[in-house]
């Protein structure tokens, strides 16, 4: 949500990637590249459209290259959306790492306890953006006064997401986007991590052994956070995520070449 190549947990894994010797890219979601958006839809986290083209594009580009893709966070639950609903994909691999695959649970959890605050940071910025796309938009069907009263994902879903992108409200939209029943539609190996002491999540997020399709492996680490997963100490920090995944990739890759 809001990520770009900038994140530090994007410029992490592609500097793994560079390590093995693999060319990568960052599809940046509409808004998030540091250029405007001037349409008034944007993205959400069942918004598989521009995925499909990147990856289709990026097949075409490199026929024989093999395709690993690899999403986090609400990348990671749109993720799981384009897998489940494109079993034809060219994708030979796929990692998700801290997806709210339940989308009405994580909205809830955020307005409780030390998550508001994480709220409150991504919330601010997404009401920001929505406000300057506001302003280059001709007859927008909000002010930047209404923008600025809402406090909680649920309201920003409600009056925006769901009615720019054709949903009834956002219980439908969470309720038609959320990933965790699609796990098991999933037909590409894919790696799934989440921590259990992610403050977006909670229990509700978690699927369940028979919500798994066999090409699905899920880890549920006792820590790591949202998007975290940092070990060793201070002065030697050890990203976990980032010898993890290149390597589960590696070993996806050999016995696919078996």
């Not at 993720?79 to 909205?107: I, R």
């Not at 940092?230 to 990739?249: H, M």
């Amino acid at each position: 949500m809001e990520g770009s190549v900038e994140s530090p947990y994007a410029k992490g894994i592609l500097q793994a990637c560079q390590q093995q010797g693999w060319r990568a890219v960052v599809m940046h979601f509409r808004g998030c590249s540091g250029k405007p958006n001037n349409l008034w839809r944007g993205y959400h986290s069942g918004e598989i459209k521009d995925a499909t083209s990147c990856i289709n594009y990026l097949h075409q580009q490199y026929p024989e290259a093999p395709l690993l893709a690899l999403g986090y966070s609400l990348g990671g639950n749109m993720l799981v959306n384009y897998l489940a609903k494109t079993p034809n994909s060219p994708l030979a691999a796929a990692a998700v790492v801290s997806p709210p695959l339940n989308l009405g649970a994580c909205s809830e959890r955020l307005q409780r306890g030390f998550s508001k605050v994480y709220q409150h940071h991504l919330l601010s910025r997404m009401k920001r953006n929505l406000c300057k796309k506001i302003e280059r938009t001709q007859q927008a069907p909000l002010n930047a006064q209404q923008v600025q009263t809402w406090r909680n994902f649920v309201q920003f879903d409600e009056h925006y997401t769901a009615k720019a992108h054709g949903f009834k409200g956002a219980a439908d939209y969470y309720h038609r986007c959320s990933g965790l029943p699609l796990l098991k539609e999933i037909t590409q190996p894919t790696l799934l991590i989440h921590a259990a002491d992610d403050p977006f999540m909670d229990q509700r997020v978690i699927p369940k052994a028979d919500q798994l399709s066999q090409a699905v492996e899920y880890r549920l680490s006792n820590t790591g956070g949202h998007v975290g997963f940092v070990g060793g100490s201070l002065l030697r920090p050890q990203f976990w995520l980032e010898s993890t995944i290149p390597a589960w990739f590696k070993q996806q890759l050999e016995q696919t070449s078996k």
